[in-house]
């Protein structure tokens, strides 16, 4: 099998304080360390008053300190909204305090719209630097600065492994150009998947990091005891995402969700949730095993998309038993 790591969005759910969105990321993360998941994410959002993990590197510090052997890292961090210095101080000093155990995955998308953008005090054009960026916070993170006069501390020397996070060709292309591991946000953007994972092998140069290519492909998931139990939550996890996309999270009742998403504008969000396991824990190991293949992925990466923690907990769980992993002795 291959390795099965996490993606927590740290969703602030309906009813839920952003207190206990962070906690329930804790709880996650200490439950899927203990059933032997290889690493867990948290990826930077900004404006959106249902993900709490803006705050990407704090957040990694948080969970990091409060768990023993796992990878934490950012799946990602969006680097046109930060100075490269700063990435690498403050991955350098996580490194520091948790030796080995630190990711730093790197997007170039802005994490937001135009409005807070401005916000953020980004230029709007900085994403047209994002090769040169990576480039420099490499620098930083390792013996060799790019910036005559400029080190990290901390941050130099800490190797943190950087990781092209991308729903693109361009990612792809950048990744293999610098010889990265390459993580393609297929659970909500799947439609370049195969061609981007395709370009990335074919063009990948060998690095000091990585001598040859690695895709992470992410997927979403609900496992639960009973197919019945599983499609319901699944209802629910469709429902969220129109009334999170399409009415901004207004109240509606259930019929008026589903009539939204029988809509034109519906069925274009549904599309971004195409790759998703849904069932029993032999139904999600099943597609499972068959996504990586499409995806041709040397690992996977889950987002537990059940509404409360108690279930994502449960399909944790389920899954980690169907897919063979090894809990912590």
């Known amino acids: 099998m291959l390795p099965i790591s996490v993606l927590d969005l740290a969703v602030v759910r309906s009813g839920e304080s952003v207190g206990e969105s962070l906690q329930n990321s804790v709880r996650l993360a ?4 203990e059933l032997g998941y290889k690493r867990v994410w948290y990826a930077e959002h900004h404006n959106m008053s249902t993900i709490a993990s803006s705050a990407t590197s704090v957040l990694i510090a948080h969970v990091a300190a409060n768990t023993k052997s796992i990878r934490v890292g950012s799946g990602g961090v969006m680097l046109p909204n930060h100075a490269p210095l700063t990435i690498a101080e403050q991955f350098g000093t996580l490194e520091a305090l948790h030796p080995g155990r630190i990711d730093l995955g790197l997007g170039r998308a802005p994490g937001t719209d135009q409005v807070t953008l401005r916000a953020l005090r980004r230029d709007p054009m900085s994403a047209e630097t994002f090769p040169q960026d ?17 080190e990290a501390t901390p941050g130099k020397g800490a190797f943190v492994p950087l990781y092209i996070l991308g729903s693109s060709l361009f990612g792809a292309q950048l990744a293999a150009m610098l010889g990265l591991p390459y993580a393609f946000a297929s659970h909500f953007a799947p439609a370049a998947l195969t061609q981007a994972v395709e370009i990335y092998r074919r063009e990948f140069r060998p690095s000091e990091q990585l001598s040859e290519p690695y895709v992470i492909a992410a997927v979403n998931v609900i496992a639960a005891s009973s197919q019945d139990e599983a499609d319901e939550q699944y209802l629910r996890t469709k429902r969220s995402r129109v009334k999170r996309f399409l009415a901004r999270d207004q109240e509606m009742s259930d019929a008026e969700a589903d009539a939204l998403l029988n809509s034109l504008q519906g069925q274009q969000v549904l599309g971004m949730m195409k790759h998703f396991a849904v069932g029993t824990g032999d139904v999600v190991r099943s597609y499972l095993e068959d996504f990586a293949a499409y995806a041709d992925a040397d690992e996977l990466m889950v987002a537990f998309q059940s509404g409360s923690i108690d279930a994502r907990v449960v399909s944790a769980e389920i899954l980690a ?9």
């Open 134 to 150: 990576v480039v420099e916070l490499q620098g930083f993170l390792s013996d060799e600065t790019r910036v005559a006069g400029v």
């Open 321 to 329: 038993e169907v897919w063979g992993l090894s809990r912590l002795t």
């Open 30 to 33: 200490q439950c899927v360390e």
